[in-house]
């Protein structure tokens, strides 16, 4: 997988990705799971039982590790990630930063460091965002622009970086935030899968169809060290981003985690396509409410 295509995984990691709408269901995408052992889906009375849970504003850290090696020239992959929400009163700010190590059997490092922020109004309707990346010290990617919907989810972006462009959205398009609170939900309804639009700012090739599998909703209390995370449902995902292009059949890139249901997640699987990531939670650091 690519630089840029890298960057633009680890930025949806969170951002969502890391709560739908109804999107494109990709054929391929049914057959798609995660590597790691997951419990079934808890029966629909148990998960009716979980109260909904509003996104908290948080600070965390993460450190990344090579899980496995798939294919290509990778032999060694390390790195680290930030990511802070902010409550903002009528929206949600996010700033994540992704630093990433990878060396070749030929010997050849590559040091790639992906800053990424948005601004995303509380009713999902405007997203403000900046993305930019840095390749062993250069500038080799920067997207910047804001989008708006309306109420369908049809609306248009406009990009400022990396030219100034117009593209239009389509029906049901969520932007991060909103695409996270769509995956809670719908996993606490006891779904086994959505696939919504999604828009994040991470590229200006515009959105993308996701397709979400969800592995069980558990209630409370979570496996999980943070005391703030314990008393609250969680529940495994696997997200996979498919290219809104004819033909698609196979996804650009795969995601899973554990997401609370505050909207934190932890246990990251990363696929970059030649090799795989873990992502092991390093510190964890509730923000109060803002007061409005």
């Known amino acids: 997988m690519s630089a840029p295509a890298r960057a633009r995984l680890a ?3 969170v951002a969502r990705a890391t709560f739908a709408a109804p999107g494109v269901l990709p054929t391929a995408a049914v057959a798609i799971a995660l590597t790691t052992a997951a419990a079934g889906a808890a029966p629909a009375t148990m998960v009716a039982a979980q109260p909904p849970t509003s996104i908290a504003a948080h600070k965390a850290s993460y450190d990344l590790t090579l899980d496995q090696v798939t294919g290509g020239s ?10 802070q929400v902010t409550d903002v009163c009528t929206g949600w700010a996010t700033t994540q930063q992704l630093h990433l190590q990878v060396v070749t059997r030929e010997g050849q490092s590559t040091d790639m ?3 990424y922020a948005t601004l995303e109004s509380k009713d999902g309707h405007h997203l403000t965002f900046d993305m930019r990346e840095r390749t062993n010290g250069q500038v080799t990617q920067q997207v910047r622009g804001e989008a708006s919907t309306g109420a369908d989810g049809r609306g248009s972006i406009r990009f400022t970086l990396p030219a100034r462009s117009t593209m239009a959205l389509p029906a049901g398009t969520l932007f991060p935030m909103a695409h996270t609170e769509a995956i809670i939900r719908a996993a606490m309804e006891g779904k086994k899968s959505i ?7 991470t590229s200006a090739d515009g959105p993308s169809d996701s397709y979400v599998s969800i592995l069980g909703w558990h209630p409370a209390p979570s496996d999980t060290g943070e005391a703030a995370l314990r008393s609250l449902g969680s529940g495994r995902v696997h997200v996979s981003f498919f290219a809104r292009k004819p033909g698609t059949v196979s996804p650009d890139y795969e995601i899973g985690m554990r997401y609370f249901a505050n909207g934190v997640s932890d246990r990251l699987e990363m696929d970059f396509g030649d090799f795989r990531m873990k992502g092991t939670m ?3 650091m509730p923000a109060r409410p803002a007061r409005c």
């Open 195 to 201: 696939d919504p639009v999604l828009f994040d700012g």
């Open 74 to 83: 990778t032999v060694a992959a390390s790195g680290s990630m930030t990511f």
């Open 113 to 115: 460091v992906s800053d």
């Open 282 to 284: 390093r510190t964890f």
């Open 11 to 13: 930025a949806i990691v």
